[in-house]
């Protein structure tokens, strides 16, 4: 076996100076009546080749595109090649967590400046190292505004957010009786404000509202935050495409008390919905309630500056049943994919790419609605992704598309029936205006549905 | 190694008018502005202006002050750094993997599906418990779904039980994690020996008694749902009475719930579903090799018995098996099962981190059956291996032989007022990254001493060579090692300080007047 550095005669050497004559010898602790007493039934070794061919068969089996349309929560945007030359790095990918700082400087400084960045696009003031994705931020920030709100019970959840983050927020509450999980219901394909401070009370813990929202539209902020803090309340702005940031004013600065949600955008590719990278930015009075690991600077003996794990009074190694989480990794990786693609993207990059992601996604929705069978549904602002209703059949649409090598929006109709027949679009910088021209020419061409 | 002694953050290197990207030409008339006004995006305060020269740079210094599992023997115990194939990280690199969309029709993405369903198939068989999830993106992650498969379970039979027992030698992520389930936790003690004690504890020092386990099984009886239990344990010995603790707990109507943090000690040896789990977690970026990254990303799959099944995650993922006419065999296609009208629904937005997924059956199919069995036991050997040369030098918790990690007390080198925390940053100056340490809480001033079977006698006997010598530097020269470490870019640094006045983010220098 490749893997495992001994000779013969080195493992008899390890095991004359133990004392013992084989292997099994060291067993004794395990009861005999425990012991799997036959070989695992599972193929045998093989050689990397072998390996290789099989995994590259098994890979070959997911259909490729020339363009993907779709986006609703994995986004497929450039990925600079500095990125992957530098994770892959051995000092980088095969390093633990920073628990001794001496010798993981390199982690830590990477990740204050992560959480710089972090902070930096969403306006607001502290951050953690990571949580796993977009759904599991949403579950996060609702407990903690729980935490922080004291006596509330109530989070409300704008319809307009994920849908599937919806489901993990619902996993996740179930299991608290004394909590309350309230959707918000969605007019002209934003939140409805009338519907908002209906169930506004005094018992809202926090009000979770997408920014976009899943349908792209986006979302005012600044009009929700009025409401919601006068019935003291958070705001908590959640963000899917961290794209978005380049082009909406950082939540932080239009009233959300508080920023979570999904940046694989920055600098990742879609990989079938992870790793990904969940975030979470709140205020400064309230980062003692924040879940995960945070990064600080410390000085050492000599006065030099550095770098530590801190607030580890919060975790659960330090506080277990009382930690604020029961979080012990983050997505350490993919935040340094961001935070490289962060610094290389600068402000310029990073406005200018989302200037393109608006003008692709406006141009292909305005070569759509030249169709026919395309009908605008509302008139939001979005960003990159917007709904369209389609009068066709979507499986003639999709099988046509596939027949191009494209991968067409999302069939809105299994996440909201209120939207059946509708279609989520999605363009990026990645989207040339060829490809647009072909899905767009494919699409007329669909046979009409009798 | 360190060839610099400092890089100024990223932040101080920026000048206006660098960059360190070239946007695409657009090829589509510029974006209307649509936004109202007051959501137009302001200006930045940190990204920097940088070009790609600088950031290359900037991340190449950094990474040389990081130690990583290619430097040398990385002993942290409980966490498996073992080494991470190169094959691995090439495979879960193929653009059919990577460019793959979560949301694509299930007829487009067979092969990731295909995936799913072998990786499972092998854990099923490696831990003898039928049903699978990989959904978790993490150990922690995996402990909330399996407790939330009990909770989902009792209440499926009309029970409201509300406390789950927990070692005190336990992972603090498995209180941590009960509790983010919603129930009480109540701890188990811990016999000398670092097992659960079915008799009651007597406090040696404060006379106070601690319940064990039989009289809380006594006495919590239909309230408890389940008891969280590492195994190997955290001093890394096989828990020698599962059976009787899960044959009691079972008789209760309570489950057993096992962190699989250790599996990297039974793999080929025991199965949990033979010795009564009912559901446990694996951390694939322990026990599969896959890369801890500084921190993450993981993964935590959870295994379970049939009766567990039923709650399991959405989606399932399902192989349906097709005759190919004339006689040419079977094909397989897979689906997503979506409804499971029992299940406790999704814990990730999506299928987990696939990426992780992908490494850890690579790694799977490299080892096979015979190569994860002799891992298996060469990790055993080589911990034994550690533990016969360094005992006599520091104190063992345990003098008998132990599974893949040993654990050692530094009550030998606190007579000259050395204590594990000087032990480990000594270790730094010798070129090692040290064990882990001060846990498990049971044994005092712990060092827990992990080797894995990546290390070949030579560098076993490196490290061994360097831990007797720091041995030797406790006795002859106590108050250099509190000064320790010295070769490294920093000093020990000031934590109490850091955590009294946060400083969490870099923030622009104000101007002052002149």
Known sequence: MRYLPSSPVEDQALLDAIGVPDAEALLKG?????????????????????????????????????AQFLGAGAYDHFVPSAIDALVSRQEWFTAYTPYQPEISQGTLQHLFEYQTLICDLTGLEVTNASLYDGGTSCVEAALMAVRVAKKRHTVLVSRGLHPLYREVLQTNFAPHAELNLIEVALKDGVTDLADLQAKLSGD?????????????????????????????????SVTQEAFAFGWLEAPGRVGADMACGEAMSLGNKPSFGGPFLGFLAVRDAHKRELPGRVVGQAKDLQERLGYVLTLTAREQHIRRDKATSNICSNQGLVTLRANIFMQLAGPDGLKGLAAQNAAKAQFLRQRMLELPEMEAVEDQPFFNEFVLRYRGDYSALEAACLQESLLPGLDLGRYYPEYQGCILWCATELHSRSMIESLVETLARVPATV | MFLRQREPLIFERSVPGKRGMDLPRLDVPEARDTRPGHLRRGGFDALPEVSEVDVIRHFTRLSKWNYGVDDGIYPLGSCTMKHNPRLNERVAGLPAFTDSHPMA?????????????????????????????????????????????????????????????????????????????????????????????????TDPTSGKVRKGLQTLVAELGPEIAGAMITNPNTVGVFEYRFKEISDLLHSVGALVYMDGANMNALIGLARPGDFGVDVMHLNLHKTFSTPHGGGGPGAGPVCCAEKLRPFLPVPVVVRETEEVREGKGTAHTYRWDWDRPQSIGKVHTFFG???ILVRALTYCLSHGSDGLKAATLRAIVNANYIRVRLQGAYALHIDSPSLHEVVFSDTLQAKHE???????KRLIDHGYHPPTIYFP????GALMIEPTESEGKEELDAFCDTMLEIAREAEEIPAALHHAPILAPLRRLDETTAARKPVLRWQKPAVLPA
Not at chain 2, 124 to 138: C, D, H, R
């Open chain 1, 30 to 66: 395990i009861p005999e009546p425990l012991r799997l007493r036959r070989e695992l039934e599972l193929p045998t070794q093989s050689a990397e080749q072998e390996v290789a061919w099989q995994m590259l068969a098994m890979a070959n089996r997911n259909t490729r595109f020339c």
């Open chain 1, 204 to 236: 809202v813990a926090a009000v979770l509202v997408g920014y976009p929202n899943f349908l792209g539209a986006v979302e005012d902020l600044a009009a929700l935050a009025g409401p919601i803090h006068a019935a003291g309340a958070l705001l908590v």
């Open chain 2, 105 to 201: 029709p299930e007829a487009l993405v067979q092969g990731n599906l295909e995936l799913v369903y072998t990786l499972q198939a092998w854990l099923q068989e490696i831990t003898g418990l039928p049903g699978v999830t990989l959904q978790p993106s993490a150990g922690a992650a995996g402990e909330l779904t399996g407790v939330m498969l009990i909770r989902a379970y009792h209440l499926s039979r009309g029970a409201q039980r509300r406390v789950i027992l927990i070692p005190d030698s336990g992972h603090g992520t498995n209180p941590a994690t009960a509790a983010m389930a919603g129930y009480d936790v109540v701890e188990l003690p811990s016999q000398p020996d670092g097992t659960i004690s079915f008799a009651d504890v």
């Open chain 2, 353 to 355: 981190n696939f990426g």
């Open chain 2, 418 to 424: 050395v204590h594990t925390l000087d032990i480990a």
């Open chain 2, 441 to 444: 809480l049971i044994v005092p």
